[in-house]
């Protein structure tokens, strides 16, 4: 997905908060903020994709506060409220595909633009798939040897783990997670502080710290199960934007809420409407 008008001011917004949560210290964020901004202007096009650029503000943020984590408080609280919340609202979810990958777009709901309470309610309420082509999905299930699941933000393991479990039984799934910190997406340093990471028989990184996923700075690992994948879960706005500029193939199921204008809009949905598309 390229970007649109609405997209700059976001990533503008997504400046000030990486530099904000990255230092304490003013100087060092103002520097930061500049910097962002920079990138921002000098990379902004219709031409351009989103994640690109995203990826290019939080490298730089990175490297002038010094700090490869910004995010780390707002993971950790992310986390908090996903384990106290799954066991109250997963009964409400029947249990097979359809109740899975329902009870897994719920996760979809936290967001790093979201403040703590909001992200609590949210995650509360029942999803309702405006967009659903996931039947085709489940048939092509039952046939496939080699699944990839791509994981979002840390907390939605929780929400993810019974659908995995379910498609274990039909494929070897793979478990996707983030090489090294970027905004609140899920590392192998997420699960083990979740206490997850026993839970799911194989995980793998994407080899960068990028939201979503660009392939061209993906790992040879990760680029190579990618390829080899009959199909594909992809959680999350991030990978939408990333892989949704690839040729259809029929393999790769988009499971998220669409909490941007952009984003629906392409989508062809309202806004935060949850989704589950084929391509």
């Known amino acids: 997905m390229k970007a649109v008008s609405d997209c700059y001011p976001c ?16 100087e060092v964020s103002a520097e930061a903020v500049r910097e962002g901004l920079r990138i921002v202007d000098e990379n902004f096009s219709s031409d351009a994709l989103t994640i690109d650029i995203a990826t290019r503000i939080h490298r730089v943020v990175a490297e002038i506060t010094k700090n490869p984590d910004p995010y780390r408080g707002m993971k950790d609280e992310e986390i908090k409220i996903s384990r106290e919340v799954i066991g109250e609202v997963s009964p409400a979810y029947p249990q097979g595909f359809k109740g899975y990958l329902a009870l897994s777009a719920l996760g979809n709901a936290i967001d790093f633009f979201k403040d703590f309470h ?30 990839l699941f791509l994981a979002d933000n840390a907390g939605e393991v929780f929400f993810d783990l019974p659908l995995v ?23 192998l340093d997420d699960l083990r502080l979740a206490g997850l990471e026993g839970k799911l028989n194989r995980v793998i990184t994407t080899g960068t710290a990028t939201p979503g996923v660009l392939l061209s700075l993906a790992s040879a690992e990760f680029r190579r199960e990618f390829v080899a994948a009959d199909l594909i ?4 706005m991030g990978y939408y934007e990333a892989l949704s500029e690839l040729p259809p193939e029929g ?9 941007c204008r952009p984003v629906a809009d392409s989508l062809g949905v309202p806004l935060n409407s949850y989704v589950a598309m084929l391509r």
């Open 11 to 26: 990533l503008c917004r997504l400046v000030y908060q990486a530099a904000g949560l990255a230092t304490g210290d003013e």
């Open 251 to 259: 393999r790769v199921l988009y499971c998220l809420m669409a909490k």
């Open 165 to 187: 479990k379910w498609m274990a039984r039909f494929a070897r799934v793979t478990y996707v997670v983030k090489e090294s910190p970027v905004q609140d997406d899920t590392t």
């Open 118 to 147: 909001t992200i609590r309610d949210d995650l509360r309420q029942q999803v309702k798939f405006v967009l659903d082509e996931s039947g085709e999905f489940e048939r092509k299930l039952e046939k496939a040897t080699n699944v």
């Open 233 to 236: 879960l992809a959680k999350g």
